[in-house]
């Protein structure tokens, strides 16, 4: 098994604001952190820490689409961060 290359401190803004935003446009659509884990396939404490700005977790391309997906939104929306 490989270990995944460490967030470049460079990008550690970039996924707190992407967390952010994810919990952003959760809690527009009303769905609970432990739904929207269940419609992407992903446990609730995964959902967490990926929205937690304190902790930095990284995640693939494909489930930040599958999170766009389950929450109607277009990816880029969540890419969007604020200067």
């Known amino acids: 098994m490989s270990k995944s290359k460490p967030i470049s401190f460079d ?7 992407l ?10 659509k009303g769905i609970t952190q432990e739904k929207l884990a269940e419609m992407i396939g992903i446990s609730r404490s995964h959902l ?13 391309i494909e489930l930040l689409f599958d999170i766009a997906n389950a929450l109607e939104i ?10």
């Open 74 to 83: 277009e990816p880029y929306k969540l890419l969007m961060f604020r200067d």
């Open 48 to 60: 967490s820490a990926i929205e937690a700005p304190n902790i930095i977790k990284a995640f693939s």
């Open 19 to 28: 967390g952010l935003n994810i919990s952003y446009y959760r809690k527009k």
């Open 11 to 17: 990008n550690v803004d970039k996924f707190v604001e």
